[in-house]
């Protein structure tokens, strides 16, 4: 749903992410949107307020508890419930992500009450706002589109599971990709083709053998390399590009998640610490 009209905040982007095509983030007032159709998926939810829409002339709504999905090519409107208006917001997937033969069934079908689903969108959004976390938002958005697939099934198809040592060697042929990665990174829509399998299986994969999905993994690795080359000396600016960061801020950010404390810190704590120096104040040496 696309805008004009009264409007309190409307942000857009296109963020780097292989098959999303914008990201809408809006607070409408009063606003009503005349019928009209995208080329894209249109997964949509309310954070405030409530929607009222009709989709092929069958009238819905939306609740904060609901997720929304318009199929591309279809006619809807949409307009506030209420005279309080609405905030939502919305990601916009290429046709080919879910699929035009999916679009009978979200039709008939284009609202759930999923509290997985919407937990997993609400984590995609955070990181879309992020352009330095692309690999998360791939791993994000692989389970929200796998999710998807299981309210819009095509027939004959049967979500099932791959056996345990299938799955095995898939999660450690990808920790072997992201290990030969490290630093210049790579899509899990590369990945997938390399290893000849669906991207949501891949994290799937890989977060039942190793606990933790492939984005946290990959974080993780550059930060122990990141330690070791702060530990010698290196400046963080120059650390955070070696390691394969997107800058020093991105570094700082992801360093201070894990030990509490930023790489320059971290890195003069150590160097008071060598032979030959006194320990800060208040500090044992380690």
Known sequence: MRTSGTVSQVRA????????????????????????????????????????????????????????????????????????????????????????????????????????????????????????????????????????????PQRGEHPGTAAAASRRRLARDLRELLDAHLVTGMTLAQAGRLLQAPESGLVRAFTREYGIPPHRYLTGRRLDRARRLLLAGEPAAEVAVAVGFHDQAHLTRHFRRLLGVPPGRFARDAAALRPGCRPPPGRAPR
């Not at 992410?17 to 607070?27: C, D, K, Q, S, Y």
């Open 13 to 152: 982007w296109r963020p780097p992410v292989p098959g999303i095509t914008e990201v809408l983030h809006a607070r409408f007032v009063d606003h009503a949107y005349p019928a009209h159709t995208h080329d894209t998926w249109t997964l949509l939810v309310v954070d405030d307020g409530a929607v009222v829409y009709d989709l092929d002339r069958h009238r819905h709504d939306t609740s904060r508890s609901q997720v929304t999905v318009l199929p591309p090519g279809v006619p809807h409107d949409g307009r506030p419930a209420t005279g309080h208006g609405f905030r939502k917001r919305v990601v916009y997937l290429d046709a080919g992500v879910l699929g035009r033969e999916r679009t009978g069934r979200a039709v008939d079908h284009p609202g759930w009450v999923d509290p997985e689903l919407r937990a997993g969108l609400d984590q995609l959004h955070r990181v879309l706002a992020d352009p330095a976390e692309t690999f998360e938002a791939e791993s994000r958005l692989a389970l929200v589109v796998e999710r998807l697939r299981l309210h819009l």
